[in-house]
């Protein structure tokens, strides 16, 4: 198993462990979406520690998540980009503009809970 | 030093191979990390170019040396439709099928050198090279040795 999803009150964690196939990156995509859809989560924390890259095709599907999550109401926060991996993706000059990341997993958790109670403020 | 390692593209675990094989050799050739990250990167979009024009390929490495500096070419070839305007696919903003054009170019930013030979219904041949950056960085201080040397003489 490259990747472990669990659930944490109203948050989704993907964890890759390992490194990812194209459709591999394709099948994660839609579980991820559709078991955030059912738990009616508010946020998806994905770590991606475990991929070697991030070429333009995984960018633009960590894109992809974070922008339909957020067509339902919910964040995606995205941690453990490797050091190296990010220098490449610079490199790359890959559009990350509507990735949102964090240090870890504490951070993400933060991060995720000031965004979802701007939203709400935003709301009122 | 090592041998030229050859890995055939046939489907997208393939493209994982590739990466790791690519990621070992820089290893074994004194990279550093960040440098086998940027050429296991371009190897990716190479072998999905690969994947989606031509349906398969291959992608050989093979360790460089030259005049004290070090470094690996990677050659990418497939008998594919080939592209009709090569200077167009490795400039930014080119879409072509089924992505947003950033394939060819942001592997280009990646490496050294980046050269794409092609002819439409004769293929594709991707041949790119990246230098270890330590040689660079000796090289420069040895330059700036000389350089201080001859000015106190």
Known sequence: MSVLISRQGDYLIASV???????????????????????????????????????????????????????????????????????????????????????????????????????????? | MRDEIVVSIRSDQDMVEARAKCRRLADDLGFSRTDATLIATAISEIARNILVHAGRGEISMRPLCDDGRYGMTVVARDSGPGIRDVARAVKSGFASRGGLGLGLPGARRLMDKFDVESEPGEGTTVTMTKWRAVDDLERLREKRRRRAGGASS
């Open chain 1, 17 to 124: 462990v390992s490194d990812l196939s194209d459709s591999q990156v394709v099948a994660l995509r839609s579980e991820l979406i559709d078991r955030a859809c059912a738990l009616r989560a508010r946020g998806i924390i994905l770590d991606v520690g475990g991929l070697d890259v991030i070429d333009s095709f995984v960018a633009r599907s960590l894109r992809s998540i974070a922008l339909t999550m957020r067509l339902r109401g919910a964040e995606t926060v995205v941690v453990g980009i490797r050091p190296e991996v990010a220098i490449a993706m610079v490199q790359f000059d890959l559009d990350l503009v509507p990735i949102h990341a964090a240090l870890d997993i504490d951070e993400a958790f933060l991060l995720l809970e000031h965004r979802i109670e701007g939203n709400s403020e935003d709301e009122r």
